[in-house]
């Protein structure tokens, strides 16, 4: 019995991951909600993960909060770029859409090819604020480090992208999977990203230093 109510073995440890998971998830949409806070919330999640739900460390709302706390600046003024930016790629994919699906011939050609030109800053948006949970940079040096990255190992990029956007969809056409598919795509994303990340963690001197 003694071995049952021990709260770092058993049920308890998987309970408190299921806590996390939901709880983080729960926040996590919460601090989207404002859009411009999107950014940090991300960054924060990320990092997050990595160290609780992933590496088992616990306390992963004090790891929540001191990570957005120590990124929210660079997170909100990376976020003002990828806005007005996702925006304009949004825009674009509805009208391709209309066109492509409507009209057919050429204008599904072109229709595809957006499709795979979308492929480099989706990219992009993917490794921009998981690099700011575990490193730090200055906004100019965290874009130009995520599209080298993105072009350097696109097929974690597309995997990942595909990922998030099918995690997008399931969330908006069905509002029950917030309560805990951020932490769980955040997870499976962090399985690309983390190996990619010890190849090319900052040494001393360098741009960026690990948090």
């Not at 109510?5 to 308890?12: Q, R, V």
């Not at 790891?63 to 660079?74: H, I, M």
């Not at 229709?111 to 604020?129: R, T």
């Amino acid at each position: 019995m003694g071995e049952f109510f021990n709260p770092e073995k058993g049920i308890w440890v998987w309970l408190s991951t299921l806590v996390d998971i939901c709880g983080l998830s729960i926040l996590w949409t919460f601090l989207c909600l404002p859009v411009i806070t999107a950014g940090p919330a991300t960054a924060a999640l990320y990092y997050t993960v990595v160290k609780c739900v992933r590496g088992r460390e616990s306390g992963a709302f004090g790891y929540y909060f001191r990570s957005l706390r120590q990124n929210f600046k660079a997170g909100f003024l990376a976020g003002l770029i990828v806005i007005p930016a996702v925006m304009v790629l949004l825009s674009g994919h509805f009208i391709v859409r209309w066109y492509g699906t409507g009209i057919g011939g050429l204008a599904y050609v072109l229709y595809v090819a957006y499709y795979f030109a979308l492929i480099l800053p989706a990219g992009v948006l993917c490794w921009l604020f998981p690099l700011l949970g575990r490193f730090e940079y200055g906004v100019g040096g965290l874009f130009r480090v995520a599209l080298q990255l993105t072009a350097a190992h696109l097929p974690s990029t597309v995997v990942v992208v595909l990922l998030t956007a099918q995690t997008a969809v399931f969330c908006i056409q069905r509002w029950w999977p917030v309560l805990f598919m951020p932490v769980v795509t955040t997870l499976l994303a962090s399985l690309f990203f983390e190996r990619i990340f010890q190849k090319h963690t900052p040494r001393d001197g360098e741009d960026g230093a690990e948090t």
